[in-house]
T-cell receptor
Framework: RKEVEQDPGPFNVPEGATVAFNCTYS??????FFWYRQDCRKEPKLLMS???SGNEDGRFTAQLNRASQYISLLIRDSKLSDSATYLC???????????FGAGTQVVVTP | DVKVTQSSRYLVKRTGEKVFLECVQD?????MFWYRQDPGLGLRLIYF???????EKGDIPEGYSVSREKKERFSLILESASTNQTSMYLC????????????FGPGTRLTVT
């Protein structure tokens, strides 16, 4: 079983709409949580950290549910530039190793 | 701004050649990582280092070795390249405490023929 599982998508979203997707993680001792964004043929870049109480960064909202071991990302008012693969990431050790999900592809259409 | 650089964006090597991939970061990060990324498989950790001269195996270390002689530099070595090592190689760095966010270099697309 993979440590971090994501629906690969693609999620096809009309411009201006809202899209949400989850990932699940298997290690209940996971300590830090992140969403990364990866554009085609580019390196992953940190989108946002995910805090226990949930957090928002502009049009992006992240939630953490420790009891059910899932993390969610919601994108409001989708822009064409939001088209990318979103990677769910968790930290399970004290040294800083991260476990990456395989990513959820989002395609925003005009 | 954090900057992680990798020695090459594209590399073509022949089977059996020794390949060196170099990564340099300028943020005084303790941790450095080497990943490979393949379609459908996501990012897989090859090796990481949490200090100079320290290294730890990741999930797929076979066929690879690493070197970290200076804090800012982490090298990945393919002793004898094989076609199944054709992949995108990504280097990353992070602090060892507090934030743990990893910052990635632009990647090296390696083709072994």
């Amino acid at each position: 079983r993979k440590e971090v599982e994501q629906d690969p998508g693609p999620f096809n979203v009309p411009e201006g709409a809202t899209v949400a997707f989850n990932c699940t993680y298997s290690n209940s001792a996971s300590q830090s949580f992140f969403w990364y964004r990866q554009d085609c043929r580019k390196e992953p870049k940190l989108l946002m950290s995910v805090y226990s109480s949930g957090n928002e960064d502009g049009r992006f909202t992240a939630q953490l549910n420790r009891a059910s071991q899932y993390i969610s990302l919601l994108i409001r008012d989708s822009k064409l530039s939001d088209s990318a693969t979103y990677l769910c990431v968790v930290r399970t050790d004290s040294w800083g190793k991260l476990q990456f999900g395989a990513g959820t592809q989002v395609v925003v259409t005009p | 701004d954090v900057k992680v650089t990798q020695s090459s964006r594209y590399l073509v090597k022949r089977t059996g050649e020794k390949v060196f991939l170099e990564c340099v970061q300028d943020m005084d990060h303790e941790n450095m990582f080497w990943y490979r990324q393949d379609p459908g498989l996501g990012l897989r950790l090859i090796y990481f280092s949490y200090d100079v001269k320290m290294k730890e195996k990741g999930d797929i270390p076979e066929g690879y070795s690493v070197s970290r002689e200076k804090k800012e530099r982490f090298s990945l070595i393919l002793e004898s390249a094989s076609t199944n090592q054709t992949s995108m190689y990504l280097c990353a760095s992070s602090f060892r405490t507090n934030s743990y966010e990893q910052y990635f270099g632009p990647g090296t697309r390696l083709t072994v023929t």
